[in-house]
């Protein structure tokens, strides 16, 4: 036999070989890809995650400061008030707070929770000017905060929709007002 037909009759084998190298080759770059592309997602994910959550935390606290003035006003129950004065540079390193995380929001939030998000400071900004405003209206308060919650709500939904979370918990609970003995 001459190494020509020999190499023939091994040129089969030889093909298969190669091919069989090639769709490996081309199996593993696809799975590597596919890999790569499922963790940069998820990555992202728990970016846009830190960021709603570092948002959602700056937004109440100055929350929960406004509520504490308005117990100073007779408008809310919240068992530690503070004074105007004393909320005043609290406010003011809230809002400071609030600023570097609201500009991450703008970058890495969808259109949907950016816009709620916004409609969610738009009330506290309302609770903030009543309450600089001197205003003592326990009705007028409640009907903020009824707003404020439910824009909170709206934008925890938005984000739970966003990154594909189960429903949450809607966060209202009913406190005991202060002196009730249930």
């Not at 036999?1 to 199996?27: C, D, E, K, N, R």
């Not at 105007?84 to 929001?105: F, N, S």
């Not at 259109?111 to 309302?126: F, G, I, M, N, S």
């Amino acid at each position: 036999m001459s190494a020509a037909s020999t190499f023939l009759q091994q040129l089969p084998t030889l093909l298969g070989v190669v091919i069989g190298a090639l769709g490996s080759y081309l199996a593993v770059v696809r799975s590597d890809g596919a890999r790569f592309r499922r963790e940069r997602a998820a990555r992202w994910e728990e970016r846009r995650l830190a960021v709603y959550s570092d948002y959602a935390r700056a937004v109440k606290r100055t929350v929960t400061l406004t509520y504490r003035v308005a117990a100073h006003l007779g408008n809310d129950p919240h068992p530690h008030p503070l004074s105007p004065q004393e909320a005043e540079p609290l406010l003011a390193e809230a809002t400071a707070g609030r600023d570097p995380v609201g500009e991450a929001l703008l970058m890495l939030g969808s259109a949907e929770v950016v816009e709620l998000a916004r409609e969610w400071v738009v009330v506290v900004l309302e609770m903030e000017a009543f309450l600089r405003a001197g205003t003592r209206d326990p009705e007028a308060w409640q009907a903020l905060m009824e707003r404020q919650r439910s824009a909170r709500q709206a934008y925890y939904g938005a984000v739970r929709e966003d990154l594909a979370l189960p429903p949450g918990h809607p966060a209202r609970w009913s406190v005991p007002a202060a002196g009730d003995q249930r």
